[in-house]
């Protein structure tokens, strides 16, 4: 297990007859131990440090697991005190009087770091340097050295890890600009002494999905709109922002659409993110320039939509940030052929004009399909909600929820109750899939019944850690879930974050899929499935967790109110200045009648 640690950089050693350990001073700085081993501060390694003086051994001090940084994640509590014994390489330049096995020591630490990367070194485990130093000479050496503290990471002989790649910068490809391609640039964009971002996009600017227009069909450069005409969002909008910065406050909890894209082009243009993004570009291949090597660079082909020029270029790393609602889902019913009314997918329909005086049917009774039944009714005759869990809500009066089809006629369609219903257009609002058709085989990620395999906690390419998925789970707070992804991957190839041994994250990926019931999708989350997945990534990465407020919010939501209260768009949340509290306004209750929401929390409203 690699991790990131103290080095000694320059140690010098003397033999001495000195045989009594120093005693050290009342709190040890590099430690943070004082001299009971309380801890007084962040402790850095397995041995009390003075500027100028002896090298005790770990076992002088009492060793707890509670007393280990949270950096060192992935690992049992004694996996962790074993990691921890192990924090300290050593550098030494042996005099001549040292015996022969000390000169051995010094020759074998001195190969490995020339074995090793250039921003890291390898190194045997600190017991094996104490009993190679007790059977030098019965005396003990007395040490001067300086201490140095670097970001990057040491490893054991024959790990790697991302940040090896690391002379300087990385150059790191970001395949989207939606909001996860947003949230990666930005991440990237804060360290330009370790990042150089580079974001290719299809599109003709940032939103992704959010970037609305008329067409029904796929376009020329093989994408289409997702949007309807008169989408709001299913969240309210203070949970849908990115962590640094937030939507105008006069705005309505439940936005339209065209908000949204708004909001994603301010936030490029505030941090600036437009410079790092190639737009009209399409990701034609992604492969690693050596699929043996687990910290392989990438090679990636691009097209330029505009010229249809394909241009090859190398990364260091790779950020795969292309959403997953591009590729529609249409099940598999027995008579979809011969039906001769009108058929169409969630992502192919705008307005409701087309179905007027008609009887439709929506299969699906998620997100989409609830609000475009709710669109339709307005116009339509009659509208059939067709899904497996009927909901408890509020409803138009023209609309009435039914089981799921198991066949269609020419112009009919048959439930699974064996109800036939008489219709004139089905609209399949049954989701999307996984589309990564540009990554090659070499990548090691597998997609299998819209399981991404080898990921390590839905982001980390296991194979090789180089590569990263951005925004790949479904059903969660997108821009924020993004945003944290992006701030872990950035930790991580830096090296001022670990990942466990391949071997436990395929371990891992393993245990979380016995653990993921029968009917939930492997990357679909919500409720308290998302926020145990968010209390999670902050244990293992010390990712600050959100504010209570955007927490009691969303709770709120997903549990109270979607699929149960039919008019909850009408509902308009308010933020504390801290964000640590919220209120709730009565619906159709006008913001302008409150200002920034701040004197809602002097008192009640």
């Known amino acids: 297990m690699w991790h990131g640690g103290l080095f000694a950089i320059r140690m010098i050693v003397a033999k001495s007859g000195l045989t009594d350990y120093r005693r050290p001073p009342e709190s040890d700085p590099i430690s943070g131990l004082s001299r009971e081993g309380k801890k007084t501060g962040k402790r850095r390694g397995g041995l009390v440090r003075e500027r100028e003086g002896v090298v005790r051994p770990k076992e002088e001090i009492p060793m707890t697991t509670e007393s280990l940084p949270d950096i060192y994640y992935g690992q049992r509590p004694a996996a962790r005190v074993n990691l921890y014994n192990q924090a300290i390489c050593i550098l030494p330049e042996i005099f001549s009087d040292v015996s022969a096995s000390g000169k051995k020591l010094a020759e074998s630490s001195q190969k490995q770091q020339r074995d090793a990367n250039p921003c890291a070194t390898v190194r045997a485990p600190w017991n094996q340097h104490r009993g190679n130093w007790a059977s030098a000479s019965p005396s003990s050496y007395i040490v001067r050295y300086t201490i140095m503290y670097f970001e990057y990471p040491t490893f054991q002989s024959g790990e790697r890890h991302p940040s090896a ?13 939606g909001a996860s391609g947003l949230a990666a640039l930005r991440n990237l964009s804060q360290d330009p002494d370790s990042f150089i971002p580079v974001a290719f996009d299809k599109r003709d600017g940032v939103g992704g999905v959010w970037i609305y227009h008329e067409r029904t069909d796929l376009d020329d450069d093989g994408f289409c709109n997702t949007l309807y005409k008169n989408l709001r969002t299913n969240l309210p909008k203070e949970v849908m922002d990115f962590p640094d910065m937030s939507y105008p406050s006069n705005l309505p909890s439940f936005i339209h659409h065209t908000q949204v894209r708004q909001y994603c082009e301010n936030y490029a243009k505030k941090w600036n993110l437009l410079p790092y993004i190639k737009f009209r570009t399409r990701v034609v291949l992604v492969k690693p320039v050596d699929d043996t090597d687990a910290n392989t660079k990438w090679i990636i082909d691009t097209e330029d939509l505009d010229t249809g020029d394909v241009t090859s270029d190398q990364f260091d790393a790779v950020m795969i940030c292309n959403g997953h609602l591009s590729k529609p889902y249409i099940p598999d019913i027995p008579g979809f052929d011969i039906f001769q009314g009108y058929t169409v997918h969630s992502r192919q329909y705008r307005v409701p004009d087309t179905y007027r005086g008609q009887k439709v049917i929506c299969v699906g009774g998620s997100f989409s399909g609830i609000d475009i039944m709710g669109d339709v009714a307005a116009v339509a005759e009659k509208v059939y909600l067709s899904h497996d869990n009927t909901h408890p809500m509020e409803i138009p009066p023209n609309t009435e929820q039914v089981p799921r089809i198991s066949s269609i006629g020419d112009t009919y369609v048959i439930l699974t109750n064996g109800r036939q219903l008489d219709v ?24 299998e019944n819209e399981h991404i395999q080898h990921l390590y906690k839905h982001i980390f390419n296991i194979r090789h850690p180089t590569m990263s998925f951005i925004g ?24 001022r974050h670990v990942l466990p041994t391949e071997e ?102």
């Open 165 to 177: 790649n690391m002379s300087k910068q990385m150059r790191v490809a970001v395949v989207g600009a």
């Open 424 to 447: 004139d257009a089905i609209i399949f609002c049954t989701g999307y899939k996984y589309d990564f058709g540009f990554l090659a085989p070499e990548c090691g990620v597998l997609l």
């Open 472 to 495: 790949i789970l479904k059903r969660v707070l997108l821009f924020r879930c993004s945003y944290m992804q992006a701030e872990i991957v950035c930790g991580v190839l830096k090296g």
């Open 504 to 605: 436990s994250m395929l371990q891992d990926e393993e245990e979380q899929m016995r653990a993921i019931a029968a009917d939930i999708a492997p990357h679909e989350m919500f409720g308290r499935l998302e926020t145990a997945y968010y209390e999670e990534m902050r244990k293992l990465f010390g990712i600050e967790f959100w504010p209570e407020g955007v927490v009691g919010i969303y709770d709120r939501v997903a549990y109270d109110l979607i699929g149960i209260d039919g008019d909850f768009k009408d509902i308009n949340f308010v933020l504390s200045p801290d964000k640590k509290s919220y209120k709730e306004l009565p619906k159709h209750a006008s913001l302008d009648n409150y200002g920034d929401g701040g004197e809602l929390f002097n008192g009640d409203i």
